[in-house]
C-alpha cells in the first residue's frame, strides 16, 4: 500500500473531531441527576485535558508543569497522584464512563497534529516516550 493510499484509508476511519466543550457538555448532559461528586470528576477531567491541550507549547516554567503533570496523570497507566491515590484517570474515566484508551489516544493524535502544525520539533519527548526509553 503506498503512503497516499494510507493517508486516505487513515482519513475514512479517523473519528469525528469533538470539541472539549462538546464532549463536557454531553457528559454533564448524560446524568443531570447526578450532582456532588460526579461533577467533581468531571472538572478535574475537563481541567487536565484543558491544561495538556493549552500548555502543550508552553514556554514558561509554570506552563510547561502544569502541561506536564496533565500529561503524566493522563498518560501514564497506573500513575497516581501521591496526595490522592484514589482520583486515577482510570477511575475517574470508569466512574465517568469514558473509555481512558480512546480518550488517551484522541489527545496523543491532537498532540501530534499541534507538534507538526507549528513545526515544533524542539520539544521534549512525551511521558509516553520517556517512559518507553
Not at 7 to 17: A, G, T
Request: contains cysteine.
Amino acid at each position: 500500500m503506498s503512503d497516499e493510499t494510507a493517508k486516505q484509508v487513515d482519513k475514512l476511519v479517523e473519528p469525528d473531531v469533538v470539541m472539549p466543550s462538546q464532549f463536557f457538555g454531553t457528559i454533564r448532559r448524560q446524568a443531570p441527576a447526578k450532582r456532588g461528586e460526579y461533577q467533581l470528576l468531571v472538572a478535574v477531567l475537563e481541567d487536565a485535558v484543558h491544561c495538556f491541550q493549552k500548555y502543550l507549547l508552553a514556554r514558561d516554567k509554570p506552563g510547561q508543569r502544569l502541561f506536564r503533570e496533565a500529561e503524566e496523570w493522563m498518560m501514564v497507566e497506573g500513575h497516581e497522584p501521591r496526595d490522592a491515590p484514589t482520583l486515577s484517570f482510570q477511575f475517574v474515566c470508569d466512574m465517568l464512563d469514558v473509555d481512558p484508551l480512546y480518550l488517551r489516544w484522541g489527545l496523543q493524535r491532537w498532540r501530534e497534529r499541534q507538534l507538526t502544525a507549528c513545526g515544533e520539533n524542539r520539544r521534549p519527548a512525551s511521558v509516553l516516550q520517556r517512559s518507553a526509553a
